[in-house]
Each structure stands twice: as structure tokens, then as C-alpha cells.
């Protein structure tokens, strides 16, 4: 059973840098599609950004270059460090992540795929 506790989120000024983890437990294969979500009050979920066992790494455009997702595979988290953070980057976050049993489960992309397995979320708020 895969679970995934997020953590990081909080209060910061514009401008600001805040680091989300996201440690997952449970998983069984190596290959696998991990990403991080946000949804804006009153708004659907959007992907920010995603990442799968080869490192083959997508950026929601308006985020690439401010932040970047990473992978501890040692300590089983993923990170997303966040830089120039903006009030319009103030929803909840939420990392997902699916483990297959081979490279051919694998989806042709990890941002367009249905994730099954979320954390609970935490929340960023950003301030003027």
C-alpha cells in the first residue's frame, strides 16, 4: 500500500522560497511516475511538475526555471523547491506517484497520466 506524506508548505513573502517533500512508503517496483499538483481554491488540479525513474523531467511552463523536482532515492522523497514565489502560487500542493512492474507499464508521459496514489496536500501561502 503506497502512501505519501507531504511536508513543507507554509507562509511566505513574494519573492520567497519555500522546499516541498514528499516521502513515499510502500512502493515495490523501481519504475515508477511521481509528480506534484496544485489546486487553487474554486479551481481544478493542475500538474506543476513531474518526474519518472529516468529522470525525464516536465515543467508546467510558467513554473520551469523558478522550480525544480528532484528525487532522494535513498530516502524514498521527492522535493520541489520553490523560488520567486508569487500570491498566484498560493494553492494546495499535493505529490502523487504510481510504481509499475516494468518499463513497458510505464505511460508515455507523467503529466497527462491518472495518478492513483496522493498525499494529503500542504498548503503554500504567499503574501505581498
Known amino acids: 500500500q503506497v502512501r505519501l506524506v507531504e511536508s513543507g508548505g507554509g507562509s511566505v513573502q513574494t519573492g520567497g522560497s519555500l522546499r516541498l517533500s514528499c516521502t513515499v512508503t510502500?512502493?515495490?517496483?523501481?519504475?515508477?511516475?511521481m509528480g506534484w499538483f496544485r489546486r487553487p481554491p474554486g479551481k481544478e488540479r493542475e500538474w506543476v511538475a513531474t518526474i519518472d525513474n529516468y529522470e525525464v523531467i516536465a515543467y508546467k511552463f510558467s513554473v520551469e526555471g523558478r522550480f525544480t523536482i528532484s528525487r532522494d532515492n535513498a530516502k524514498n522523497t521527492l522535493y520541489l523547491p520553490m523560488d520567486s514565489l508569487r500570491p498566484e502560487y498560493t494553492p494546495m500542493y499535493s505529490c502523487?506517484?504510481?510504481?509499475?512492474?516494468?518499463?513497458?507499464?510505464?505511460?508515455?508521459?507523467?503529466?497527462?497520466?491518472?495518478?492513483?496514489?496522493w498525499g494529503q496536500g500542504t498548503q503554500v501561502t504567499v503574501s505581498s
Open positions: 510502500g512502493n515495490s517496483y523501481s519504475t515508477y511516475c
Open positions: 502523487a506517484a504510481d510504481f509499475f512492474p516494468s518499463d513497458t507499464d510505464l505511460p508515455p508521459n507523467c503529466f497527462e497520466y491518472e495518478y492513483h496514489n
